[in-house]
């Protein structure tokens, strides 16, 4: 089993509200990812970090923010949440295994914001 | 287009049965590939990478075909707990970001 943990499992949280999505990985990896996904649709990448201090914006659009201060730790913040953040975010870490980089997912984040 | 499309479905399979589909990318650089499960609310979880010259995992059979640009995953003899959501995800290298297909959903009824 990976060793990759997000908390809260499930959010629900008032319009306007600043939150953060924790992420840690135990395993060292250098790559973390955030995606995002809604019910019954496809993963969606909205950040990622290759390591310390480096953080990338990813292939859909978020007003959220991330930041990588330590190896383990990659956690999501959205300053003013807003209904059209409702969604899964799902937290990953990467690591190369011969030829192959395999991902490790964390459990999720549901958020529901009213 | 999307770098890496799937069927959605859902294939609707009898208990027993075998089911294959497909997953088709349109980056001739890509070189690895592999099939993730997810299961309804859950995360995602690897369930085979996809070697070149194919391979088999139980009753799970994944094909690589780079002349056409799609790889396949076969399910034989389908159990109830093979129902989910099967995600093909495919990268250019190792170390490069891994992007994923939208999924596509098996039902497996009795």
């Known amino acids: 089993e990976a060793d990759i943990y997000q908390t809260p499992r499930y959010l629900v949280i008032g319009t306007g509200k600043k939150i953060t999505l924790e992420c840690s990985q135990t395993m060292g990896h250098d790559k973390m990812y955030w995606y995002q996904q809604d019910p019954g649709m496809e993963l969606h990448l909205i950040h990622y970090?290759?390591?310390?201090?480096?953080?990338e914006k990813g292939d859909l659009s978020s007003e959220s923010t991330v930041s990588r201060i330590r190896t383990e730790h990659f956690p999501l913040t959205l300053e003013s949440a807003r209904p059209s953040h409702t969604s899964q975010y799902l937290c990953?870490?990467?690591?190369?295994?011969?030829?192959?980089?395999?991902?490790?997912f964390g459990s999720g984040t549901q958020l529901s914001v009213l | 287009r999307k770098e890496v499309e799937q069927d959605p479905g859902p294939f609707n399979v009898p208990e027993g049965a075998t089911v294959a589909f497909n997953c088709t990318y349109s980056?001739?650089?890509?070189?690895?590939f592999f099939w993730y499960r997810q299961d309804c609310r859950k995360e995602p979880k690897l369930l085979m990478s996809v070697y070149s010259s194919g391979n088999e995992d139980g009753r799970f059979t994944a094909q690589l075909n780079r002349a056409s640009q799609y790889i396949s995953l076969l399910i034989r003899d389908s159990k109830l707990s093979d129902s989910a959501t099967y995600l093909c995800v495919v990268s250019e290298a190792a170390g490069n970001k891994l992007t994923f297909g939208g999924g596509t959903r098996v039902l497996v009824k009795p």
């Open positions: 990953a870490s990467s690591a190369r295994q011969g030829v192959w980089e395999k991902l490790f």
């Open positions: 970090s290759y390591g310390v201090n480096s953080t």
């Open positions: 980056n001739s650089a890509s070189q690895s």
